[in-house]
């Protein structure tokens, strides 16, 4: 088994900027991604990563955010900047592992004037 716990939400305005990071327990060997899921609306992949670099984004945060690993540090990270209202979720990382898919607790980003 794997757990995964995210790190770097809060509150910041618009224009902002905030990073996230989810470490895992282990090494892992696939694409790993971040989700979001805002109040009345359905999960959404944000970005996804490979283990060897390989990344895609939503249409909506394309240019803004930046997703990276450290795979000696078994760390994922998301960069957000110039983040928008519409940013404000939870935030989710997620891993499949041993042929099960794992995710996070989830933190909280709120952008707010």
């Known amino acids: 088994q794997v757990q995964l716990v995210e790190s770097g939400g809060g509150l910041v305005q618009p224009g902002g900027s905030l990073r996230l990071s989810c470490a895992a327990s282990?090494?892992?060997?696939?694409?790993m991604g971040w989700y979001r899921q805002a109040p009345g609306k359905q999960r959404e992949l944000v970005a996804r990563i490979t283990r060897v670099g390989s990344t895609n984004y939503a249409d909506s945060v394309k240019g803004r955010f930046t997703i990276s690993r450290d795979n000696g540090k078994n760390t994922v990270y998301l960069q957000m900047n110039s983040l928008k209202p519409e940013d404000t979720a939870v935030y989710y990382c997620?891993?499949?592992?041993?042929?099960?898919?794992?995710w996070g607790q989830g933190t909280q980003v709120t952008v707010s004037s």
């Open positions: 997620n891993a499949p592992w041993g042929g099960d898919e794992y």
């Open positions: 282990r090494s892992i060997f696939a694409a």
